[in-house]
């Protein structure tokens, strides 16, 4: 079982996310600490990139911000380091494929071992490609975590057999970005995920109410939330790790509240 498996044991996860360098340095390394004093179980930290295919405008324009920063893949990992000063928080890196291939796959995968960052969520890579980056993941203890989709289809089992870690999975159809509507299979979808894994569920993409993700505890092992928290950094800037700190605090205690539901 590998350490974000481990997160999940006995215990609904709650992910938050935020881009890094929004709206700065010193604010993000604030942020996740306040996102760690909650009660996040894992952080999710977003690499900036000009292209996020996967990313609603909330993130985008984070994304946008960071830039404005000038933010770089060597920032970021300056902003874990710093991070980790101050609190061990497993963190998850998302980020797109292109990012870490410029980089070097086994330069920032070491480097991800170095500052105990256990996983990457990298939406445009294909269950089809995997082999060219998780050989070297696998290498260093960190997990290639993979998206599952109302979509997915018939590539389900063979996904979800492969997993580590944790598998993510897209509430709805579409990019990222708060929404009141989600697939209505997704209690279905999971239950289908668990016949062919024992790697731990977390429902993304949209969630961002207490009332929503004490809901969607109730059908997986865990809760992502990104939007809704960079749209608080947006409106608060150097004051978002309070704010931040409350809401993790409300959606840990609706998250907590869901019931696992029998999967048979």
Request: with cysteine; proline share 5%; net charge negative.
């Amino acid at each position: 079982m590998s350490k974000l498996s481990e997160v999940f044991k006995n215990h609904k996860a709650f992910i938050p996310f935020v881009v890094a360098d929004d709206p700065d340095f010193d604010i993000t390394v604030a942020n996740i600490v306040a996102l760690a004093n909650g009660g996040a179980d894992i952080v999710e930290l977003g690499i900036p990139f000009s292209d996020p295919v996967a990313d609603g405008p909330v993130i985008q324009a984070a994304d946008l911000r960071a830039f404005d920063a000038k933010v770089r893949t060597k920032t970021v990992f300056e902003i874990v380091a710093a991070t980790r000063e101050k609190t061990q928080v497993p963190m998850v890196f998302l980020t797109y494929l292109n990012i870490v291939f410029k980089y070097g796959y086994d330069a920032f995968l070491k480097r991800c071992a170095d500052l105990g960052v256990s996983g990457l969520v990298i939406p445009d890579l294909p269950y089809e490609s995997r082999d060219e980056i998780v050989p070297i993941a696998n290498k260093y203890g960190v997990d290639i975590i993979p998206l599952i989709t109302p979509t997915s289809g018939h590539r389900i089992d063979k996904i979800a057999k492969s997993a580590t870690g944790f598998i993510y999975v897209v509430s709805s159809m579409g990019i990222t970005g708060e929404r009141d509507a989600f697939f209505n299979g997704l209690k279905d979808l999971v239950a289908h995920i668990k016949q062919a894994t024992d790697v731990p569920t977390a429902i993304g993409f949209g969630v961002h109410t207490p009332d929503q993700a004490q809901k969607m505890a109730q059908i997986a092992d865990g809760v992502i939330i990104g939007s809704a928290i960079v749209d608080i950094v947006a409106k608060e800037k150097q004051h978002a790790p309070e704010a931040i700190e409350q809401f993790t605090k409300q959606i840990r205690q609706a998250v907590d509240s869901g019931k696992q539901v029998s999967v048979k």
